[in-house]
């Protein structure tokens, strides 16, 4: 039995279906990458560029008169001038105005773009951040928290004050130490209690997925060096 013809218009139709299945890879164009969205704000935990091209991390934002500033590890910020807010150095925030390595390990970059604004916050990633309200002096036995560029957030207790520590570049006096791990590139990290801050990652033992502790360098130490105040 012969079967029967099929309809013109049901031949078009398929031969139309073809003809856009076989083209709709070719047209099919890829998404776009992200663009990363300007910095609006520069936070304590945040990363600052310099224009040697290392990278530093703000511990905590602070005041002086009119002024604004970035408390910073000394070992980090001691060889640039010039810094900026984003990875491309395209928005600079900055210049170095102030550090002390060794014997401190502490230092300021005075904030000149009026365009950021630079919150009395920690970032704690995820888009989380915690304020800060004042500065104290460390205890042992008190409770801290830091947030570190690598290793993130972590906590444990203040197990010592008052402590040496030798590096390459020579010792630094007045730490802290802590038993809350932390990794490589955590180096200026801040150092708080609640609402209080204590420290500015400076050195550590072991790692995370070893244990170890960290060392800080106190908060109302480098306010008192350079008349500043966190509020």
Same mark, same amino acid.
């Given at each position: ?48 560029? &310099? &224009? ?15 002024? @604004? ?14 810094? @900026? ?83 390459? &570049? ?62």
């Amino acid at each position: 039995m012969r079967r029967p013809p099929v309809p013109v218009t049901v031949l078009t139709a398929l031969a139309a279906l073809a003809a856009v299945l076989l083209a709709a890879p070719a047209t099919l164009a890829a998404p776009a990458p992200a663009v990363p969205s300007a910095p609006t704000a520069v936070r304590g935990g945040d990363v600052l560029y &310099g &224009g040697d091209g290392r990278r530093c991390t703000v511990a905590f934002n602070a005041r002086g008169g009119d002024a @604004y500033y970035g408390l910073v590890a000394g070992h980090c910020a001691g060889g640039a001038t010039t810094w @900026y807010a984003d990875a491309a150095r395209t928005v600079p925030v900055g210049t170095t105005a102030g550090s002390g390595f060794p014997g401190d390990d502490h230092g300021i970059v005075r904030y000149t773009n009026t365009s950021l604004s630079y919150p009395p916050e920690v970032n704690l990633g995820g888009g989380a951040v915690r304020s800060i309200t004042g500065a104290a002096a460390p205890r042992v036995g008190q409770s801290v928290c830091h947030a570190g560029r690598a290793g993130g957030l972590h906590c444990g207790t203040v197990t010592a004050v008052d402590v040496t520590v030798n590096y390459g &570049g020579g010792a630094v006096h007045g730490l802290f130490r802590s038993n809350a791990c932390s990794e490589p590139g955590d180096g200026g990290g801040p150092a708080f209690s609640d609402g209080t801050a204590l420290g500015i990652i400076v050195g550590g033992s072991g790692n995370c997925a070893y244990g170890g502790g960290t060392y800080y360098q106190p908060v109302v130490e480098v306010l008192a060096a350079y008349g500043l105040s966190l509020r």
